[in-house]
């Protein structure tokens, strides 16, 4: 069992930044697949990033060349570096992690198995 907690929203001025942090329980971190997703009222929850156990990256079209994910294994945490932030942008951001040893895209909410309570990121124009 993992444990996400998501930390690092708040309200911003579109073309700002803020960095979104997921704190995971366990000893296996470092096996996992992390994702984050966003979910906008109204709207369903979507891929924006991803890095899987050998730092592999994969974004969404929306976010890509603003955002970075990485990975600190030592600290069993995954961030979410958001920069030139847009007011459609604003949503609940999620963390999930996904066992490894199956095959997997990293963009889709069913191949995730925990899930982090979100962090409201908020950005005004």
């Known amino acids: 069992q993992v444990q996400l907690v998501e930390s690092g929203g708040g309200l911003v001025q579109a073309g700002g930044s803020l960095r979104l942090s997921c704190a995971a329980s366990?000893?296996?971190?470092?096996?996992?697949?992390m994702g984050w997703f966003r979910q906008a009222p109204g709207k369903e929850r979507e891929f924006v990033a991803a890095?899987?156990?050998?730092?592999?990256?994969y974004y969404a079209d929306s976010v890509k060349g603003r955002f970075t994910i990485s990975r600190d294994n030592a600290k069993n945490t995954v961030y979410l570096q958001m920069n030139s932030l847009k007011p459609e942008d604003t949503a609940v951001y999620y963390c999930a992690a996904q066992n490894s040893g199956r095959p997997t895209t990293h963009r889709h909410v069913y191949e995730y198995d925990y899930w982090g309570q979100g962090t409201q990121v908020t950005v005004s124009s």
């Open positions: 366990g000893r296996t971190f470092s096996s996992y697949a």
């Open positions: 890095i899987s156990w050998t730092r592999g990256t």
